[in-house]
């Protein structure tokens, strides 16, 4: 198998708070207000993958 058809890696809690920061990061720059409300958005998304997945570990 090459690189390039690996599969992904799987989704860590700590990778997609990172995730989630980047994009809140990303949102404080931000001058367009409907970009800056879907960035906010999409790291809330992460936020609570983030949850799920801290819950199914038993963190």
Known sequence: ???DNA???PVT???AIE???RLLRAAE???????MERL???AG???GMA???MEREGV
Do not use: C, F, R
């Open 29 to 35: 720059l931000e001058t367009n207000i409907a970009l």
């Open 1 to 3: 198998m090459t690189p």
């Open 40 to 42: 906010d958005d999409l």
């Open 19 to 21: 995730n989630a920061a």
């Open 45 to 47: 998304s992460w936020l």
């Open 13 to 15: 809690p700590e990778a």
């Open 51 to 53: 949850h799920l997945l």
């Open 7 to 9: 599969p992904p890696e």
